[in-house]
């Protein structure tokens, strides 16, 4: 057994460390927003390859909206699931907080910090809502009700994926039912190239996009 006074001391460095790394990062994030102060949309990206299995891109976003008022935002994104031509899919977004009447120099390195304890709580919390095709803090819409409004002369608001069988709101231009994390896991679907056509996992028919119903 450790002794309480080696306990504590294993505590104070891991404090330390942590400190020591959150304050490079916000370092690093300072640094960037004062080398682009004048685009309109100045932002970090983070090191986050997938989040409920969806590929994704992590970035805490600066925006000025109109010339007094700033924002900051966390933003999540993929290419896995394209709606349109090379066009990336916004799977979260959240505001961390509004500012009137500053500049970008108020995002002080202590000002980063806080902003990146905010994204720490919430990324473990999200959840994927494959009916919504989004990332969501809140629990997913229960769907175990919705067959009960099945009926010969309804249309309901989801279809059931081809793939796992779960309730979903997308299909692929072959009309075929197939959720977001299905298809980010079709073979070649990372490729950047806009002619790049996938098989369809039911028919084989060829899509390059899909859409929401």
């Not at 001391?9 to 370092?27: G, N, T």
């Amino acid at each position: 057994m450790y002794s309480t006074s080696i306990y504590r001391k294993y505590i104070k460095d891991i404090v330390r460390i942590y400190s020591r790394i959150m304050e490079q990062l916000a370092a690093r994030i300072h640094e960037k927003i004062q080398s682009s102060v004048h685009e309109q949309r100045p932002f970090c990206d983070f090191p986050i390859k997938s989040i409920c299995g969806m590929n994704v891109h992590l970035e805490l976003v600066f925006l000025s909206l109109g010339a007094n008022t700033k924002q900051v935002r966390i933003c999540i994104g993929t290419y896995d699931v394209s709606y349109a031509a090379h066009s990336e899919t916004q799977l979260f977004a959240h505001t961390l907080e509004t500012i009137q009447n500053i500049e970008f120099s108020f995002f002080t390195i202590e000002k980063i910090i806080d902003y990146i304890k905010q994204m720490l709580v919430i990324i473990p919390k999200l959840k994927l809502d494959k009916l919504k095709s989004c990332l969501t803090e809140s629990e997913p819409i229960d769907t175990t009700y919705f067959d009960l409004f099945k009926f010969d002369n309804t249309v309901l608001l989801y279809d059931v994926c081809c793939v796992c069988y779960e309730k979903c709101n997308t299909t692929t231009e072959c009309k075929h039912p197939l959720c977001i994390l299905c298809v980010s896991k079709l073979s070649g679907y990372e490729s950047e190239d806009e002619d790049t056509e996938y098989d369809c996992p039911l028919c084989r028919e060829k899509f390059k996009y899909i859409r929401r119903n």
